[in-house]
């Protein structure tokens, strides 16, 4: 096991410091602890918002040498590392334009809803053993219970525009999420039987030995097929398909809120890099005879599942719509069952 935590030991020594200070001061511990929640959801938020820019930038990237392009080479030096910095800026000074006859209040509140439920989620993911929000003994199921909001979020969307397009675009949205979140918390369930907890730090705990995505590779491979369909990308993205005349149900949004939108998708796509990255390669967890930070392994881990759903997004066609709901009810529910009831007798079996 890791024991090299790098962030985690500086996280204790600050806490107990705010504690002690609080302490002196006569305050309850309540005060104390809702500084702490503070600070860890702001440099949440910090790292958020520069991951998903480091992500567009490296989407653009990878996208261009699978084409045998350059990609963005020229905003701030580098790669043009800088491009899409640049581009958000261009975004916030796009005018914001609301259809005359949409229901405004809905219309300005869902990309706000299709986000918060994306940060929410990051608050049980732990870094390392004791880097946080919130060590919570339900922790895998409040994710995919947050994760489920965003299906609300896009039926709001599609619908508060008045258009028919962007209501149908939502309604096959909804269709697919729905239907690929049920695979997706099957094939974790397999893993939460062999550890018997919901704990994220006990499932990270029980790979010590060995990785899940050995000991469970069927329901790791039907965790990121789900997982791709969950965050709608290729092939599996029919909500916002770009060769279509329209682009689904944010099709009448425009400035902020549709950055929104895009700022939902690609930490939506961090999130199920993260959580698989902890469900089924360790988490925090590296080898002993290189003792990095934990944060370091499960961001290394993280990164590598992102550049594989970047890599499967520009290599494989989109699914027509039939045929991605058959795929989902089809195949990989019955291969989530089977799965689950192989794991069950072997654990009958070898105890």
């Known amino acids: 096991?890791?024991?090299?935590?790098?962030?985690?030991?500086?996280?204790?020594?600050?806490?107990?410091?705010?504690?002690?200070?609080?302490?002196?001061?006569?305050?309850?511990?309540?005060?104390?602890?809702?500084?702490?929640?503070?600070?860890?959801?702001?440099?949440?938020?910090?790292?958020?918002?520069?991951?998903?820019?480091?992500?567009?930038?490296?989407?653009?990237?990878?996208?261009?040498?699978?084409?045998?392009?350059?990609?963005?080479?020229?905003?701030?030096?580098?790669?043009?590392?800088?491009?899409?910095?640049?581009?958000?800026?261009?975004?916030?000074?796009?005018?914001?334009?609301?259809?005359?006859?949409?229901?405004?209040?809905?219309?300005?509140?869902?990309?706000?809803?299709?986000f918060v439920p994306s940060l929410m989620a990051f608050l049980v993911i732990p870094f390392e053993k004791n880097l946080i929000g919130q060590d919570l003994n339900v922790g895998i199921l409040l994710i995919f219970a947050f994760s489920s909001l965003a299906v609300l979020a896009i039926i709001m969307g599609g619908w508060a525009s008045n258009n028919k397009y962007t209501l149908i675009g939502g309604i096959r949205s909804a269709a697919q999420m729905v239907s690929y979140e049920i695979p997706l918390v099957l094939s974790v369930l397999s893993v939460v039987m062999m550890v018997g907890s919901l704990k994220l730090n006990d499932i990270v705990e029980a790979q010590s030995r060995v990785w899940f995505v050995f000991s469970q590779p069927l329901a790791f491979m039907l965790y990121i097929i789900a997982g791709t369909a969950e965050v709608n990308r290729t092939p599996f993205d029919l909500p916002e398909a770009e060769s279509e005349i329209v682009s689904g149900y944010n099709t009448e949004?425009?400035?902020?809120?549709?950055?929104?939108?895009?700022?939902?998708?690609?930490?939506?796509?961090?999130?199920?890099?993260?959580v698989a990255a902890t469900v089924f390669m360790g988490?925090?967890?590296?080898?002993?005879?290189?003792?990095?930070?934990?944060?370091?392994?499960?961001?290394?881990?993280?990164?590598?599942?992102?550049?594989?759903?970047?890599?499967?997004?520009?290599?494989?066609?989109?699914?027509?719509?039939?045929?991605?709901?058959?795929?989902?009810?089809?195949?990989?529910?019955?291969?989530?069952?089977?799965?689950?009831?192989?794991?069950?007798?072997?654990?009958?079996?070898?105890?």
């Not at 949004?253 to 993260?274: A, D, H, P, Q, R």
């Not at 290599?315 to 039939?322: A, C, H, K, Q, S």
């Open 1 to 114: 096991m890791n024991v090299s935590y790098g962030l985690e030991n500086i996280w204790l020594w600050f806490t107990a410091l705010l504690e002690k200070l609080f302490g002196w001061f006569g305050l309850p511990y309540i005060f104390a602890y809702t500084i702490e929640k503070i600070i860890f959801a702001a440099a949440l938020l910090a790292f958020i918002s520069i991951s998903v820019l480091f992500l567009i930038w490296m989407e653009r990237k990878v996208s261009a040498h699978i084409q045998s392009r350059l990609g963005p080479m020229h905003v701030g030096g580098w790669h043009g590392w800088a491009q899409t910095i640049a581009d958000m800026v261009k975004l916030l000074f796009k005018e914001d334009i609301i259809p005359a006859k949409a229901d405004k209040w809905v219309h300005r509140i869902a990309p706000i809803v299709v």
């Open 283 to 351: 988490g925090w967890l590296g080898p002993k005879w290189l003792p990095l930070p934990g944060i370091i392994w499960l961001l290394l881990k993280t990164y590598l599942i992102v550049f594989v759903l970047m890599w499967v997004r520009w290599t494989f066609p989109r699914l027509r719509v039939d045929r991605l709901m058959d795929f989902g009810w089809k195949i990989l529910i019955p291969l989530a069952f089977i799965n689950i009831f192989i794991t069950g007798l072997f654990m009958v079996i070898f105890k």
């Open 253 to 274: 949004y425009s400035g902020l809120k549709y950055g929104f939108f895009m700022l939902s998708e690609f930490t939506n796509m961090l999130i199920v890099s993260l």
